[in-house]
């Protein structure tokens, strides 16, 4: 079993910064190995690719629209996946998932790699 657990989701003023943290715990999590992802879902869209790492933290992704905002980062020793969000905008608004791919070599992109998944946190964004 896997368990993910976010936190670190608010309500923030145009231009702001939050940090999302997701600890990863469970008998089958390996979490020095595994691979992390960043996701979100606003209201009526489906879920998107938002960021991810590989296992050591030397490859990264981003999707276009947070590249230079956004910062995905890692501390294995914490089995906790951080994302720092700067220069937010009301588009970023949603619901912010974080999800563990156990093929963690490279950052990927796609939702259908990650088996692990969070509850979500809230990120409400206000003009």
């Known amino acids: 079993q896997v368990q993910l657990v976010e936190s670190g989701g608010g309500l923030v003023q145009a231009g702001g910064s939050l940090r999302l943290s997701c600890e990863g715990s469970g008998r089958s999590f390996i979490g020095h190995i595994m691979g992390w992802g960043w996701f979100r879902q606003a209201p009526g869209k489906d879920r998107e690719f938002v960021a991810s790492?590989?296992?050591?933290?030397?490859?990264?992704a981003y999707t276009e629209s947070v590249n230079g905002r956004f910062t995905i980062s890692r501390d294995n020793a914490q089995n906790t996946v951080y994302l720092q969000m700067n220069k937010l905008e009301p588009e970023d608004t949603a619901v912010y998932y974080c999800a563990s791919a156990t093929r963690g070599m490279v950052a990927r992109r796609s939702q259908e790699d990650y088996p692990y998944w969070g509850q979500g946190t809230q990120v409400t964004v206000s003009s």
């Open positions: 790492i590989n296992w050591n933290g030397d490859n990264t």
